[in-house]
């Protein structure tokens, strides 16, 4: 059986919904999952779902967690029984196959990068989150991991989301482009025009620049970035994703008729929400390191944290990190 260890303390709602997320995925794959949290609170939650396979479940006590105020570097050290930090070395010690946490991201980078270590030919890791487009999901990378980057890191980047791809989403030879303010490869900083050098004499099916107005165009299946500029746009997509259904909602109440327009229009609008809401996708795995980790929303509800241990399940059984070791050093070698 596959094992994944949970942070059952990381997101705003632990460890109820984490454990409710937790369960539901044992019930839906063949895996089990290892609580990591306060065994007391565990043990209540567990309380709640008599109906559980206890073979599928473990806890490995944990009492101190990483508040989302608090800075990860020295709290990390300070707090070595953290939980994000014990679901970590687990996984180092190979007693679980991957992590998830939807806690505090940086500590969750910088626990599982300790505890991991990173893969031969990458320097750097990278968030890789799955977002909606006119047609099929893409992948936008890095949205937080790595904020200070190097031209080499965004090339690591777009080979690590090509492996991705192809394993997640089936896509056998995906389109990569650069986030910049042009389409022209002379357009951005030194960062990204250094970057598209080295990405179109890549063997990656690179297609030039993307402009933030088209990122969710489809035009493109894995867009790379820097950390800051990724975490940035998917943070403003979040906002408008929220006001955007806020303001159909106003609008959709605002009379009779459209209240009337809305009952007609309900599975359309189902559709779309479910076409923009991240929990479908349930995590962001964290590209680089030698160890499967998938980061969650820090909102997080018990659905995203099923679907993000599916896709840690997933991840486990295809060898993924092999994969994109081997993927990181066939790169290496056509560049040099």
Known sequence: MIWIAVDAMGGDEAPRHIVDGALAATRHFDLGVTLVGPESRLIEELARHPEVDPAQVRIVPADAVIAMSEPPAATLRRRPGASIRVAADLVARGEAAALFSAGHTGATVMAAHAAFGMLRGAD??????????????????????????????????????????????????????????????????????????????????????????????????????????????????EGLVEVVEELLREELTSTYTMRLGSLLTRRALRHFRRRVDYSEYGGAPLLGVAGLAIVGHGRSSAKAVRNAIAMAYRFASSQFIERVEREIAAAAVSHS
């Open 124 to 237: 750097r890791p990278a968030l890789a989150a799955t977002i909606p487009t006119r047609h099929e999901p893409a992948l936008l990378l890095d949205v937080g991991a790595s904020v200070e980057c190097r031209p080499a890191h965004l090339l690591q980047f777009a080979v690590m989301g090509s492996m991705y791809a192809r394993v997640g989403f089936g896509i056998e030879r995906p389109r990569v482009a650069l986030l910049s303010n042009g389409e022209e490869e002379t357009k951005g900083n030194e960062l990204t025009r250094d970057a598209h050098r080295l990405l179109k004499a890549s063997a990656l099916a690179f297609i030039g620049n993307l402009e933030a107005r088209d990122l969710y165009s489809g035009a493109a299946d894995v867009i790379v970035c820097d950390g800051f500029t990724g975490n940035v746009a998917l943070k403003t997509s």
